[in-house]
C-alpha cells in the first residue's frame, strides 16, 4: 500500500482546499452517491476521509479508485485515510468519455479475481466510469447478462447516457445484441467481436448535453 501522507497542517489545510474547491469536492458532501450493487460491491462519487473511516466500519477492504494516480489532495486524503484505516487503495485508470479498451476490460477482469471484498468503486462524480466498472464486475465476475449490467449505467446514479459517457451504455448495449443472438460469453466477445475504434465512430451524442456534462457539471 502507497505511504504518501499530508506531512503538516499547513499541507493537509491545502489539501482539503484542493479537495473541497479545486475538485467540487464541496459537492460530494452534500451527495455521496453511494450504492449497494451486491454483497461484495458498492460504489460512490469520490470519498472523504472520514466515509472511508464510515465505509471501514462496513467492512470494505479495499477501494478502487478509476481516476487513477493523481498526486492533488483528494489523492493524498484518501490514500492516507486507507492506510490509516487498513483498506488497500488500488489506482485503476478507467475513461468516461471513449469505448472501453480492451486491455482495461482485461485489467479489470482480472482485478476483479484477485481483490479481497467487500470492495468500493469510485470515480469523481460516481456516475460514469463507476457505472462502467461495476457493469463490466457484473459481466465478468458476477456472471450477470448484460440487461441486468446495463442498469448500472442509469440515471439513478446520476449518468447521462446522451453526453458523450453514452458511448458505455453502447459499449454493453451492443454485446447485448450479439448476446441474444448467439450467447456469446463476455470474454469471448471482448476478444474475438468487439471492436472499440468502430464503436467510438458509430456513437453520436448531443451537444448541448456535452455541454451541461462538461462546462457545467464539470465531470471527467
Avoid at 450493487?37 to 458498492?42: A, E, K, L
Avoid at 494516480?69 to 489523492?75: A, P, S
Avoid at 469523481?124 to 463507476?130: E, I, L, P
Amino acid at each position: 500500500m502507497k505511504k504518501k501522507t499530508v506531512k503538516n497542517n499547513f499541507n493537509r489545510f491545502f489539501a482539503w482546499f484542493d479537495m473541497l474547491i479545486k475538485d467540487h469536492g464541496f459537492l460530494r458532501l452534500c451527495y455521496n452517491n453511494f450504492h449497494k450493487i451486491d454483497d461484495n460491491v458498492y460504489r460512490s462519487n469520490m470519498p472523504t476521509p472520514l466515509r472511508i473511516k464510515k465505509y471501514s466500519k462496513l467492512g470494505i477492504k479495499t477501494i478502487i479508485n478509476l481516476r487513477g494516480i493523481r498526486k492533488d489532495g483528494g489523492w493524498l486524503l484518501e490514500n492516507e485515510a486507507c492506510n490509516k484505516y487498513n483498506i488497500k487503495l488500488i489506482d485503476f485508470r478507467a475513461r468516461s468519455r471513449a469505448a472501453p479498451e480492451k486491455e482495461m476490460i482485461f485489467k479489470a477482469e482480472k482485478l476483479f479475481k484477485t481483490i479481497e471484498y467487500p470492495v468500493l468503486i469510485h470515480c469523481k462524480s460516481g456516475a460514469d466510469r463507476a457505472g462502467i466498472m461495476c457493469s463490466l464486475y457484473m459481466l465478468t465476475h458476477g456472471k450477470k447478462n448484460p440487461t441486468i449490467a446495463k442498469k448500472q449505467l442509469s440515471w439513478k446514479f446520476l449518468h447521462i447516457k446522451w453526453a458523450k459517457p453514452g458511448v458505455l451504455d453502447a459499449f454493453v448495449e451492443e454485446y447485448s445484441l450479439d448476446y441474444k443472438k448467439t450467447m456469446i460469453k463476455f470474454m469471448d466477445w471482448v476478444e474475438k467481436e468487439y471492436d472499440p475504434i468502430k464503436l467510438e465512430n458509430n456513437f453520436r451524442s448531443i451537444w448541448w448535453v456535452n455541454r451541461l456534462v462538461d462546462d457545467i457539471l464539470k465531470r471527467e
